[in-house]
């Protein structure tokens, strides 16, 4: 179902005008933040636990560089398993890992697949304790967004998990929940339907990115959701960026005469193309933003931890953001950064 812009618009106006939401700064400060997860119970609907070792690699390294956790929504997949099996499978990994970053530097924005966390009164029969805290907090206790403000307390950044706008998420979750569960609990392990794959594993509507664009433009702010588990920095998904790259390196080659120079260019250009075939292949070309334009860098995303080979995540350091993947191979690449100032900068423009 499509992402409603007039939902989306309400929903978001709502939050940037209240004071109710928890607001952090960038100076002096790190974080990390992670989103869509989908923890499950390790069995055949849990899409994640491929991803486990990568996982708890990448979330030891932030901790020893004294970053801060944000879990940016849907951490567990509550629409196919309960909690208390979720608990069971991953509380001496995953979540002792989280755990281990302390109580007060780990922070949770629920998302629609774990949106329990935002409700007081709930009718779930289980432990409602919060594995990812030490504390003993229940249900009731995640952040609906974060804002990240300046020195002034003006919101330079919003993050939000980005259900908000979503017709299926909000008005029909009551229906997707059952379809959901039947499928990832009983067709998937009898018919051995689910397959790990390196596309991303979402069946969000193709507008949901350009809607948090054009609002991230109207609003002047710079937005940061999970959700849609694609990675985008700076308004470009990985994919424009490299067709970029490859624009570039062929207007220079066209411009230049020297043939020492043109084989080097050459040289360059052919892992690039490499590249974005494979990005095409696995479907993560898309257009996050409007293809009629050069977009502003006012919407990024965290992408999603079910990648076939990885998992992505965004870093703040002070001015600077950088988008990262994190691979089974223990390589690390860098897919996206730049300093927030600029971005910030050029959509007050």
């Not at 062929?250 to 080097?264: A, G, P, V």
């Amino acid at each position: 179902m499509p992402q409603s812009p007039e939902l989306t618009k309400k929903e978001v106006d709502q939050i940037l005008s209240t004071n109710a939401i928890l607001q952090l700064t960038l100076s002096n400060n790190k974080y990390v933040i992670f989103s869509d997860l989908h923890l499950g119970d390790g069995k055949g609907a849990d899409n994640f636990v491929h991803n486990e070792k990568v996982m708890i690699d990448s979330l030891e390294h932030y901790r020893k560089n004294n970053y801060k956790l944000i879990l940016l929504g849907d951490v567990e997949d509550f629409w196919q398993v309960k909690l208390d099996d979720t608990r069971i499978r991953y509380n001496n990994s995953i979540y002792k890992k989280i755990r281990e970053f302390g109580d007060e530097n780990v922070f949770r924005i629920y998302g629609n697949h774990d949106e329990e966390w935002s409700k007081k009164e709930s009718d779930y029969k289980g432990d409602k304790r919060d594995p990812a805290f030490s504390d003993g907090r229940e249900f009731g206790s995640a952040n609906k967004a974060l804002k990240i403000i300046d020195e002034n307390g003006k919101t330079i950044i919003l993050l939000l998990h980005g259900q908000q706008g979503s017709i299926e998420s909000q008005l029909f979750s009551s229906i997707s929940k059952p379809f959901v569960w039947l499928y990832g609990k009983v067709i998937e392990p009898i018919f051995g339907t689910q397959k790990l794959t390196a596309e991303p594993n979402t069946k969000i509507d193709s507008n949901y990115e350009q809607v948090y664009y054009k609002i991230a433009l109207e609003k002047k702010v710079i937005i940061i959701t999970g959700h849609s588990h694609y990675a985008i920095f700076a308004s470009m998904c990985y994919a424009d960026k490299l067709q970029k790259q490859i624009n570039e390196l062929q207007l220079q080659i066209k411009n230049t005469k020297d043939k020492q120079e043109q084989q080097r260019l050459l040289d360059k250009l052919e892992p690039i193309w490499r590249d974005l075939r494979i990005e095409k292949a696995r479907k993560r070309e898309i257009t996050p933003t409007d293809p009629n334009l050069s977009p502003k860098p006012c919407y990024f995303n965290s992408g999603c931890c079910l990648y076939e080979s990885g998992v992505t995540c965004i870093e703040l350091e002070n001015d600077h953001i950088k988008l990262m993947k994190w691979n089974k191979d223990d390589k690390s690449s860098d897919y996206g950064h730049g300093k927030i100032s600029d971005y910030y900068q050029m959509l007050q423009s």
